[in-house]
């Protein structure tokens, strides 16, 4: 399948049927819940081993609520994730950090509110950001009018599916696109929706 120059992820991978679908449809990312108690967390050995099934195109990513720096650092630097997600508290110190000693992308995660966040998106030391509904896998969509100025290359997230990503593209021009609850039927990856999403941002850019 053609690659699109729109960023395409597709989160809460954790089954090896997730990750066949996956690979059939190629988005850039692929994200793995790496936070215990969260419905779709994967402890890190099953990231392991569902890793070592995923086209090796695909990126994978580490999704992380304030762990432990090196729990981090050692699964960037061991290869088991390609892309550290942060959506904690984590300080800018941290940031650069991680980016110093593994040499790898890290993504910022913002739940944007108001002004105060959009300044805190800019500032952030990040390699690429991620916007989305305070709280994060909520599949509720955020008031998008909120980052309209934002300068910098982003991923929106937050309540995306196949009915209204083509609408966020057009009125965003986001770099990239963050899917999760979108592509799911309980609580399920559904490679129906899956496919309807991808033929939403192939008509759509």
């Known amino acids: 399948m053609e690659r699109n120059p729109l960023i395409v992820k597709f989160c809460g991978i954790r089954r090896p ?5 996956v690979n059939r449809y190629l988005p850039d990312m692929a994200g793995f819940v790496l936070v215990p108690g969260r419905k779709r967390y994967v402890p890190a ?9 995923l086209d090796p195109s695909v990126l994978a990513v580490g999704v992380f ?6 729990v981090v650092r050692n699964l960037l630097s061991s290869g088991i994730i390609d892309v550290a997600q942060l959506h904690g508290n984590e300080s800018e110190e941290y940031i650069r950090s991680l980016q110093k000693s593994t040499g790898k992308k890290i993504i910022k995660a913002f739940g944007i509110r108001d002004g105060d ?13 991620l916007l989305d509904t305070p709280g994060g896998g909520t599949g509720s969509v955020f008031d998008w009018d909120l980052i309209k100025k934002v300068r910098r290359p982003y991923l929106l997230a937050g309540g995306l599916h196949s ?3 083509g609408e966020a593209i057009e009125k965003l021009h986001p770099y990239g696109v963050d899917v999760s609850s979108g592509i799911e039927t309980e609580a399920i990856k559904d490679e129906t929706k899956m496919c309807a999403f991808m033929a939403q941002i192939r008509k759509d850019i």
């Open 17 to 21: 049927e997730d990750v066949e679908m």
């Open 45 to 53: 050995e099953k990231v392991r081993l569902l890793r070592e099934k």
């Open 65 to 70: 609520v304030d762990e432990e720096i090196s």
């Open 117 to 129: 966040d959009i300044r805190k998106v800019e500032s952030s030391p990040a390699d690429l950001v």
């Open 163 to 165: 009915g209204n990503v």
